[in-house]
C-alpha cells in the first residue's frame, strides 16, 4: 500500500501557465517532503522541500503548498516553461533512526511550447 | 558539485548471471543509497550504507547484496539476477544521514534481465 501517491501520472500544460502538481500521503508521521525532478536519462535533482510545521515554501517559480489535515501537498510552477518538461516525485521522510524517505510514483509533466 | 557516477547506463544481463552494479561519489559523502525506479512504483529503498563497511537493508533487499570497502563506492549485487530485476537502478549520496536537504542521484543504470 503506497504511503505517498501521485494520482496524476502525466499532466500537460501551456507554456506561460500555472502547472499544479498533487500529492497525497497517509502516514501522519512525516515530517518533512520534498519535490525531485527527473529527466530522461538522468537522476533526479532535489527541487524544493517544506517542514510539516509550515504550510507554504516558495523559491522562484516554484512553490510548495502543504494541508497536514487533508495529508495533501502540491507543488506550484508560475509561469511554466518548455525546460520544466519532466518527471516531478514527490517524497516524505519520516524520522526513524535515520530519515525513511518515501517516494511517490511519479508525474510526467509536459510543456507545450 | 558533487557528482555520483553509475559505471554503466545500460546493463543486459542473463537470467542466473551474478551482476555488479557499480557506484562511486566524489565529495566525501558518508551517506550513500540504492534505490530502483519502476513504472507507477516510484523509487524504493534497496540498501543504504552510512559508513564504510556499513550497510542496512531498506525496504526491498530481497535479491540484493551490497558492498562497501571505500567511502566513495558503494557496490550493489545481484547474487542471481532474475527477470523481474529489471529495472532502472539509481545510486544516491548524501553529507547527512538527514535526507532534508536532498540526495544526490547519479544518472542511473537500467538493467535488463533476459
Known amino acids: 500500500d503506497q504511503q505517498v501517491k501521485q494520482n496524476s501520472p502525466s499532466l500537460s500544460v501551456q507554456e506561460g501557465r500555472i502547472s499544479i502538481l498533487n500529492c497525497d500521503y497517509t502516514?501522519?508521521?512525516?515530517?518533512?517532503f520534498l519535490w525531485y525532478k527527473k529527466y530522461p536519462a538522468e537522476g533526479p535533482t532535489f527541487l524544493i522541500s517544506i517542514s510539516s510545521i509550515k504550510d507554504k515554501n516558495e523559491d522562484g517559480r516554484f512553490t510548495v503548498f502543504l494541508n497536514k489535515s487533508a495529508k495533501h501537498l502540491s507543488l506550484h510552477i508560475v509561469p511554466s516553461q518548455p525546460g520544466d518538461s519532466a518527471v516531478y516525485f514527490c517524497a516524505a521522510i519520516m524520522k526513524t533512526s535515520y530519515d525513511k524517505v518515501i517516494f511517490g510514483p511519479g508525474t510526467s509533466l509536459s510543456v507545450i511550447p | 558539485d558533487v557528482k555520483v557516477t553509475q559505471s554503466s547506463r545500460y546493463l543486459v544481463k542473463r537470467t542466473g548471471e551474478k551482476v555488479f552494479l557499480e557506484c562511486v561519489q566524489d565529495?566525501?559523502?558518508?551517506?550513500m543509497f540504492w534505490y530502483r525506479q519502476d513504472p507507477g512504483l516510484g523509487l524504493r529503498l534497496i540498501y543504504f550504507s552510512y559508513d564504510v563497511k556499513m550497510k542496512e537493508k531498506g525496504d526491498i533487499p530481497e535479491g540484493y547484496s551490497v558492498s562497501r570497502e571505500k567511502k566513495e563506492r558503494f557496490s550493489l549485487i545481484l547474487e542471481s539476477a532474475s527477470t523481474n530485476q529489471t529495472s532502472m537502478y539509481l545510486c544516491?549520496?548524501?553529507?547527512?544521514?538527514?535526507?532534508?536537504?536532498?540526495?544526490?542521484f547519479g544518472s542511473g543504470t537500467r538493467l535488463t534481465v533476459v
Open positions: 565529495m566525501d559523502h558518508e551517506n
Open positions: 544516491a549520496s548524501s553529507f547527512q544521514i538527514l535526507a532534508r536537504d536532498g540526495y544526490t
Open positions: 502516514n501522519s508521521m512525516f515530517d518533512y
